[in-house]
């Protein structure tokens, strides 16, 4: 049976067994491979900011990258460069604890065997342990980032991010 349209792509329903399986037409093990790819790095990266191992931003990032999260306004800012990336991201965390919660990551389009925009939903967190009522210290924000991620050195990395503020405002955790 083949329907029309699901999620905006076609589909073909499978008999298996008693049930049925959706097959997407792009399927494949090397589409499914990608997406794994992908979702690991946009995983590695947040880990990698939490962890505060600056260092190993060059596994997830482009030597290029532009992270641009101006719209959150004084708790964001614009970087060009693994190297400016590195020293806004530790100054911006100092000694504080952080948390990124990637909640969601969608593969919108696969534009290119190589190069992918992606969708990530992230909940961060910024404590400082010395501050925990003020709110330019200690905070959360719901934010959308919505990057392009290219295959260098044979690994996915974030070339372009564009941040999102999803949420009214920043948070007061406490």
Not at 147 to 163: C, E, P, R
Request: net charge negative; aromatic share 10%; with cysteine.
């Amino acid at each position: 049976m083949h329907l029309p349209s699901l999620f905006g792509c076609a589909v073909a329903l499978l008999p298996l067994g008693n049930s049925l399986a959706i097959q997407h037409p792009e399927s494949s093990a090397e589409t499914a491979s990608t997406y794994n790819a992908i979702i690991q790095a946009g995983y590695k990266t947040a880990y990698t900011l939490d962890t505060k191992n600056y260092e190993a931003l060059g596994e997830v990032m482009t030597t290029d990258v532009v992270y641009d999260s101006t719209a959150l306004g004084k708790y964001g800012g614009r970087s060009v460069g693994l190297d400016e990336v590195k020293t806004s991201v530790a100054a911006a965390f100092g000694d504080d604890l952080v948390e990124h919660i990637v909640t969601n990551i969608y593969i919108m389009e696969l534009q290119t065997p190589t190069k992918a925009r992606v969708i990530t939903y992230i909940t961060y967190s910024h404590w400082d342990p010395d501050a925990l009522s003020d709110i330019t210290k200690t905070y959360r924000i719901w934010y959308k980032c919505d990057d392009i991620w290219v295959v260098q050195n044979g690994d996915w990395k974030m070339q372009h991010s564009y941040v999102t503020n999803m949420g009214p405002g920043v948070e007061a955790p406490y």
